[in-house]
């Protein structure tokens, strides 16, 4: 699933092939995504200017002058730029074609994707406009992470999922945050101390921003818009690697279901 890291990268690709362009037509070919494509936004974004693409969470969102666009990519969604004369392949469900014959993709196989209309303020949508902070924002506080686990029973690694206390930590970089900080991902989440969650808050970012610099992470789905891998892969210290060896210690990595989710952790590197 594209997390924060894939979608920045997703954005930085698009976004100077989009900006200023004109919206020349928009064709839906597959309406029914994780929620319904509405159908209206051909007719509110035709013949309009893109004039900013930006991220928020793991949402894209393209603001144009006649109003602003939402795209998640679910699953296994990507998008591409491509000449608008390639004809749609069979998982291709969206595509905002321009005034110089170039047009914006949206490839889902799953189709849990989603394509939504966010208006002129997108930041009050039902998707956004409870989520928290970005883990990136030069402007979040030190200790926010010890403020919101305080009192929380919930494992650390699922809070780390939750969207309305700290904004697009997947699971993969949450795994990966929790090992560079020595944190065990079965922790309950009000246990852990101001250092540690300051620790923590500083091992997300250094692991997102490190993914975005590599590309993002491709396990199975994700491409960039131009076609390119993520090689962050490369670089997983414990996701994925099941009883492989810890890089720092030597002992086996563990994998246990958590919920929904697996988790990987060092028996031994991290409490």
Known sequence: MPELPEVETTLNGITPLLTGKTIKAINIYQKQLRWPIP???????????????????????????????????????????????????????????????????????????????????????KLLKDLGPEPLDK?????????????????????????????GVGNIYANEALFLAGIRPTREAGSLSKPACRRLLVAIQQVLTAAIKAGGTTLKDFQSPTGNPGYFK??????????????????????????????????????
């Open 139 to 167: 402007d979040l506080p030190a200790d926010h992470l010890y403020v919101v686990t305080r009192k929380r029973k919930r494992n650390i690694r699922d809070t780390l999922l939750d969207g309305h206390l700290i904004a």
């Open 39 to 125: 159908s209206t936004i051909k007719k509110k974004l035709t013949g309009t200017k893109v004039q900013h693409c930006r991220r928020r969470a793991k949402y894209l969102i393209l603001e144009t002058t006649g109003g602003s666009l939402i795209i998640h990519l679910g699953m296994s969604g990507s998008l591409h730029i491509i000449k608008s004369s390639i004809p749609a392949q069979k998982h291709d469900h969206f595509e905002m074609v321009l005034t110089n014959n170039q047009c914006l993709r949206l490839r889902d196989p799953r189709r849990f994707g989603a394509v939504l209309w966010g208006g002129n303020s997108p930041e009050s949508h």
């Open 234 to 271: 490369q670089s997983l210290q414990v996701y994925g690697r099941e009883l492989g060896a810890c890089t720092s210690c030597g002992q086996p990595i563990k994998a246990k279901m958590v919920g929904s989710r697996r988790c990987f952790y060092c028996t031994k590197c991290q409490r």
